[in-house]
C-alpha cells in the first residue's frame, strides 16, 4: 500500500519543492564537513505513523544519513518520547528537517485522531475507515496512517470499487426502472472481482437494493434510530455502511447501532499536525579559523 | 504566485491519484450525454480562496465544462452563499467534484484561519506571515490562500533567501568568531539580492547580530514583555519578525508589542477543510428505456 | 477505464518512440502545405476496437487532422469495409500512420479473439475475462479491446483484489494454522471493498476456502469432470472461475461445466494484429516547379 | 541498443502499471520476512532473449533480489530447461513475477520466431530484419529480440534513415520532375549520413531510383520472378530490400532471389509469447503462531 | 527536425527555470488587464533562427499572445530590422521576454556564423555540417540553426550512425587483425541503414578502410597537402570530410581540396549570442487611481 | 545551489539526448570487458568550474567509472595541466566523453572570463554578477560556473527577487501617482524577505527611487561620469548596480566609480568553451581472436 516508489517520489516532490535549488543557508554557514545527531521527540502524545517516509526523507536529502526508527507505526508514544535517532552530515539533516517533519506529523496527526476513533468504538463489531477526503498527492500516506491509528481503507480511488449515490440511482430509474432491474443490470456488467456499494438517503430504499444482490449499503446521514432499524432489515444480507455526520462525539453512538463500516471524512480532512519536533546538535571538527563562509 | 502551471500540475496529478483508470461508477451509470448543474455552496461563513483551482479542476476532468465563479479570492461569505455555478457533461463533473472540494475546501480553511488572525491584529503594525510548514506539494497554493485571507509570505523556499538559527549562530562561532564578525563575512559571500534573517533566542543576542547589518531580526520563543523590549532595542534598524506560541489567542497581544511580521505554522500545518459542497442535479435526455448500463 | 489521458499519454509516448526528432523522410520529400485524404480499411474481417485511440494518435500528430469513425467500439466487420475516414496536412497523416495503425491492429486483434471465445459460449452462463498478461504500458488498451469484443474484466492490478495463490495458501498454514481460520483471518484485515479470491488446485480445498467465506474460488488446471464438480459443491457459495488451458477449442467444454468465469491469458498475450490498413492518397497545390526539396 | 537506462523506464513504468499501490496479497498473506528461490523454466524449446531485462524487473521490485542468468540472449533451449534463478525477499518476487515473465515471454517468443526465419533463409545472402511493425513503447526490446534471434534491424524510427514510398514519390513528381532529378535533388538536402531507401512497386521504377543513387531499393509485394529481375536489374548497385507477404511459408524462396535484406513486420506484430514459466518455492522462518495477517 | 514537441519542451522547461513561482514583478506590478506591443528588433545583421522557438516561448507564457513572424528561418537582416512583433497581455510578454531573447539570440548566432562559413565556401564542392558539441538539451534547435545558416547536419548523436575513431581503430586491430578484414567483419553486423564514417589521421589508414567498404572517411587533423592527396586517393569511392582546425580563416583552403564535407564544432560551441533585443510598449486603460499594487 | 538533484537531471539529460538507444560504434567495436584510463587535459591555461558535473556524467554513463579530480573548481591552471583522472569500462567513458566535455568546458570558459572580469576589477568595491541571460537548462550550473571564476550571483530567477524596469515604473506612474507614493505602495505588498530593485534611465530619477526605500538602484546605461553622480547622490542609502555595456574593456573604469555590483549579461550569454581534452588510452585482455565484432 505504501510502497518504496511511492514513498520515494513524495519526499523527492516535496524536497525539490522546499529547495529547488539547494539550501542557501546551510551552503552558506555549514561546512560540509560538519555533522549532525538529531533525535525525532513527541512534543505531545499520540500514536506514530509514518516511519519510513521520515526515514525516506532524510536520505533522499542525503544518501550518508543514518535514521533509526525507536518505534514502529501504530505504537502510542508519550510526550517526550524519543521516535527516531538520525545521524549524518548536518547540511542533509537540516535540509530534510522541515519536510521529514511536515510528514510524519500529518500522518502521526491523523494516526492518533484514528486511534481515538477506533478507541471509542471498542467493544462493537464497526470498523473505522477512511474517505476520498484526502490531502491531493498524499492519499497513499493518509491512508496508510488510518490504519496505523487501527482504523481500515475504503476504496482507494473511483477506479477501484463502484459507489452509486443519489444522483446515480436518480439516473438509472429517470427511464421509469425500477431501482431493483436497474441495479441488477448494472452489477451484470461489472468486472466480477468490483465491489458494488450503494448510497440510499431513506429506509424504504433498502430493500429494493438489497433485491439487487449489491455488497455494501451505505446509509447516509441517517439518525441513531433509521440506522439501528436499516441494520435490523438489512440482518446480514450486505455490509452496513454508516456515513455523515461522524465525529468523535458521535461515533460511539453510531457504532453501537451494529453498522459494520463507519466512514470518517474527519480523519484526513481536518487534521492536526501531531507535534513532534526535531533536537539537532550539530558538530564541527574543524579548528579555529579554519573555516569560512563561502 | 499561483501560476497556470502550477495549478494545472496540481489538479492533473490530484485527478489522476483518483482516478488513474477512470471513474467506474459513472462509467457504469451515467450515460455518455447526461449534463450537470452544480452550484457550490457554503454550508458555513468564511473567505473564500481556490477559484482558478477549483475552475481548473473541473476543466481537466472535461475541457467542455464552464465554471463560473460568483466569488474572487478574497471575499467574505456567508452559509447559504453561492460561489460558483458548473455546467456540462455529468461524469466529468462528477468525476472531478471530490478533487474540486478538497482543494477549495482546504484553500478556503486557509484563507478564513488566517483571516481571523488578520482581524485580531488589526490596527497594529504587525503582518501575518506563512511559514514553511505547509503540506508537501501544496506550497504555492496554501500560500496564495494565506494571502487571500489578507496575510502575507515568508520566503517560499530554502533556496530564497537565508535563515540562520541556533544551530547556525552555534557553529559561525564555533571557532571563536564573534558572531558580528561572522554574519558580516557571510552577508558578503551572500547575493546581494539575498535577504538575509537571523533568528535570536535572547535579547543580548541582538545587538551582535544587529551590528552586522541583517535584514530581519526573528525573535523566536520570546515573551510579550521580551518582545517589547526587543522591538525597543532594534528600533527600526531592522525588521522585526515574531514567531513561536502564536494562535488565535495569543496574536493580538504579540502584535500589539510592534513587531512587524508575525509568522504562524498554525495557518498551514494544522487546517480544518472549510464545509463547502457541491449540489449536483444530473439530467439525461434519454428516453425510457434507450438506455442501459454498459 | 479507457480515460482521456491514459490515451494520450500512450499515443504521445508512442509518436516520440517512432519519431524522436521528427519525420525526415516527409520533411524532406511532402511540402508543408501537401494534404491528406484516407481511409482506415479492413483487408480481414473482425471486431472493432481502439478508435479513440487511433484518433488520438493521429490529432496528437498534428491537430489539424480531422478523424471519422465509421464504426464503434465492439462492431463486426467485414474485409474491405472502411473502418474511418482521416484527413488534414500530409505530413502529420503519414507521421502517425504507423503508430495508429500498430495500436488499432493490436486493439482489434484482440477484441476479435476475444469476440471468438465469447461466441463459443454463447448460451452459458460463463463470462470470458482477461488476465494480467498484457503487454507492459498497454493493459489499460488491451482491457478495452476485450470489452470491445465482448468480454469482461478481471481485477486491474495487483493493488485492487486478493488472489491467493498456492505459495500464499502454502505460507497461510505453515505455521500449522487450519486453512479456513488463516483466511477468516485474512479477510478481516481486509478493507470492506476488497474482493478476495482464492486459487486452488484441488478439490478438497474447496470447502475450507468456502468457509472462509471467499468471493471467488479459482478452480485451476482442473478437468473438465473436476470443474463439474466444482461447481456442484460450490453451488452459488462463490463465484466460480475457471482457468488454465483456455483456448478456442476448450473453452466451449469449460463453459458448459456450470462456471461463472473463465479467464483467458491467450486473449492478450499472443494476439496476432488484425490486418487493417491506411489507404492515403497525397494532394499537393503546388504549380510545376514551384516546390523543391528542402 | 537495449540500455540501461531504456531497461529501467521499461520495467519500472511495468511495475507501477501493476501495482500502483502496492501488492495488497502478498502484503496481506506473505510475512516481510518471507524469502523465495525460484526458477525461470522453459515450458516449450525457444530462443531466449531478454535476459538483462527479466533480471532488472526483479531487483526493481527490491534490490536485494538475486538474479543468476543461466542462458545469454540468442541461446538456444529446451522444453524443461533452467533459465535463470532467482532469491530474495518473497514479496519483491512475487511482486516482479508477472511483469517478468510477461517482458522476458513476449522478447523470447521474438526472438524464436526471428531463428526460424533466420534458419529457412540459411545459405542464402538475404539477412532478416525488423519492421515499424512494434509494439508502441516496446520497441528497443522488441529490435533487442529480433537479433537475439539471429535478425538485423532496419532503422529504429522516421528520423534515422528516409524511405521514400509511393505517396512520397507521386509528389516528387507531382510537377512534372522525372523521378532521378527529383530524387538527387533530394538527396543533396540529406545530411551525409543519412541512408536513403526508395521503395518501388515497378520494376521499371527501378533503373530512375538507382540513377539517383540510393542506397537501397525495397522492392514491394515483387512476385518471385520480379524480385529475380530486380536483382539481375541492379546488379549490386544499390542493396536490394524485399519485402510484403513474408512469411515462414515464403521466405526461403524469396531469400533464393539472391536480395540482400528481407524485411517482416510479422516478426514482432503478431508474435506469440514463448511459454516460460517461474517455480517459485517460498520459505519463512517464522515459528508457529509468531505470525499473523496484517 | 525541429517538431512541435521538441520546442515544446525546450520553452517550458526554460519558462519554469526562470519563472518556477510566476513573475513577482509583473505580479506586483503590471494590472492583469495591461497589454503589451512589442518588436524583436536587430541591433545588429545577421541571419535569422528560431521564429518558431520565439513564438512557442510567447504563447508558453499565454496562449493568448498573437506572434507575427516578419522573417522566416534563413533570412539574412539588417540592424535595426523589424523580425517580429507580437501583441497580448503584459504580463505574458514580459515573463517570456529573456526566455525568447535567450533561445533566439543563440540560434540566431549561430546561423550567422554558419553562414559565413558557407559564404567563404562558395563555389566549392564542400558543405559545411555541425558536430555534437552542441549545448546540452538544445540539440536540436542548434542543428536546425545550421541548417538555417545554409550548413547541413551531421549523425544526431552516438545511437544513428557510426563513427569509428583511433581508440576503436586501435582495439579492432589488437588482436592482430588487418584493419580491412576488421572492418569488413564489423560492417556485417550493422544494420543496412546505418552510415559507417572511419576517421584516420595518416594517409595510409586510407586505403585499407576504403577497402572494407566504408561509406565516409574522415580525414582528422590534415594538413591541406594531406588533404589534397587524400581527396586524389580516395577518388570518389567514399565520401571525404575534413574536421579540425576548422575555423573561419581556414576553411576555405580546406574546402578547396575538394573535400565533401567539412566539420566544424566552432559553429555550436562557442558561439555568441546575436544582439536582438525586444521593443516593448506597455498599455494600460485603468483610469486614474482605478489600480493599486496587489 | 548546485545540487545533486540538478547535477544528475542535466547529466541524465544530456546523455538521453546524445545517445537515445545507445552508443552504436561502441557496441560494434569494444568489448564489453574493455577498459579505459583517460585523463582530462587543459589544451589551454584557465579557471576550473565543473568538476561534479564532469564525474556525475561518467557515473551516469557507467556507474563502475571511477573519477578522480585534480583540481577544485575555481582552481586556476595552465596548458597541458591534468584536471582529472578517468578509468572504468571503456564503453562507459567513450559514450560519456562528449556530453562531460560539453558540460565541463563550457563551464570553465564561464569561470575563466568571470576571473578575468575579477581581476580586472581588483582592488574597487565592485562584485561581478550574472545576469539572466543564461543558457535555457543550464541556469544552475552556469551561475555556479561564475562563482568560480569569484563573481557572484544575482538574483536566480523572476519568483525571486523584484526588478523593476522601464516598462513598470511608466505604468505605476500612468495614472498620474508619483514614483515614490507608487513604489512604497508597491514594497508594502511585498514579502518582507523580498529584495525590491528599481532599473533607473537617468539621474533625476535616482532621488525618487530612493526615497521609497528600495534595497538597489540599477543605474543603466549611465556614463562613467554619470556612474561617478549616482554613486555620489545615492551615497550608501542603497545598493548601487551597473549594467549595460560592460565588457573586459570597460569594466575596470565602471568599477572605479564606486558602484557596489556590476553585472554582464556576457559573463554567460556569447562563452567560447575552453579548450580541454580527454586523453583516453583503451585496453583490452582478449588474446588474439577471441573477439569479433557483435
Known amino acids: 500500500m505504501l510502497t518504496t516508489q511511492i514513498i520515494d517520489s513524495v519526499v523527492r516532490s516535496?524536497?525539490?519543492?522546499?529547495?529547488?535549488?539547494?539550501?542557501?543557508?546551510?551552503?552558506?554557514?555549514?561546512?560540509?564537513?560538519?555533522?549532525?545527531q538529531a533525535h525525532l521527540v513527541a512534543r505531545e502524545p499520540g500514536t506514530f505513523s509514518g516511519g519510513a517516509v521520515?526515514?525516506?526523507?532524510?536520505?533522499?536529502?542525503?544518501?550518508?544519513?543514518?535514521?533509526?526508527?525507536?518505534?514502529v507505526d501504530g505504537d502510542a508514544f508519550s510526550a517526550g518520547d524519543r521516535l527516531a535517532s538520525i545521524s549524518?552530515?548536518?547540511?542533509?539533516?537540516?535540509?530534510?528537517?522541515?519536510?521529514?517533519?511536515?510528514?510524519?506529523?500529518?500522518?502521526?496527526?491523523?494516526?492518533?485522531?484514528?486511534?481515538?476513533?477506533?478507541?471509542?468504538?471498542?467493544?462493537?463489531?464497526?470498523?473505522?475507515?477512511?474517505t476520498r477526503k484526502t490531502t491531493p498527492g498524499l492519499r497513499a500516506l493518509e491512508r496508510h496512517a488510518v490504519t496505523s491509528g487501527g482504523g481500515h481503507n475504503h476504496r482507494f480511488s473511483l477506479s477501484d470499487a463502484v459507489m452509486a449515490k443519489d444522483n446515480h440511482l436518480a439516473i438509472l430509474t429517470a427511464d421509469g426502472?425500477?431501482?431493483?432491474?436497474?441495479?441488477?443490470r448494472a452489477r451484470a456488467a461489472l468486472s466480477h472481482t468490483t465491489h458494488l456499494e450503494v448510497e440510499v438517503d431513506r429506509i424504504d430504499q433498502i430493500e429494493p437494493v438489497l433485491a439487487a444482490g449489491v455488497d455494501?449499503?451505505?446509509?447516509?446521514n441517517f439518525s441513531i434510530e433509521e440506522l439501528r432499524q436499516g441494520v435490523a432489515i438489512i440482518a446480514g444480507r450486505a455490509i452496513v455502511e454508516a456515513s455523515g455526520n461522524v465525529s468523535i462525539d458521535t461515533v460511539r453512538a453510531i457504532a453501537a447501532t451494529g453498522v459494520d463500516v463507519i466512514s470518517a471524512g474527519a480523519l484526513t480532512h481536518s487534521v492536526r499536525s501531531?507535534?513532534?519536533?526535531?533536537?539537532?546538535?550539530v558538530e564541527t571538527t574543524q579548528t579555529r579559523g579554519s573555516w569560512q563562509p563561502k
Chains 1, 2, 3, 4, 5, 6 share one sequence.
Open 177 to 184: 426502472s425500477d431501482l431493483t432491474t436497474a441495479l441488477t
Open 88 to 130: 549524518g552530515p548536518a547540511r542533509g539533516v537540516l535540509q530534510a528537517e522541515r519536510v521529514a517533519l511536515n510528514l510524519v506529523q500529518r500522518m502521526s496527526g491523523i494516526a492518533t485522531l484514528t486511534a481515538r476513533f477506533v478507541a471509542e468504538t471498542a467493544g462493537t463489531r464497526a470498523r473505522i475507515v477512511d
Open 54 to 71: 521520515f526515514a525516506a526523507a532524510m536520505t533522499a536529502a542525503d544518501a550518508s544519513i543514518v535514521v533509526e526508527l525507536l518505534v
Open 14 to 36: 516535496a524536497l525539490a519543492e522546499d529547495a529547488p535549488w539547494g539550501d542557501i543557508t546551510s551552503e552558506l554557514l555549514i561546512p560540509e564537513s560538519a555533522t549532525a
Open 274 to 281: 501531531l507535534d513532534l519536533g526535531l533536537d539537532i546538535e
Open 216 to 220: 455494501t449499503i451505505m446509509l447516509d
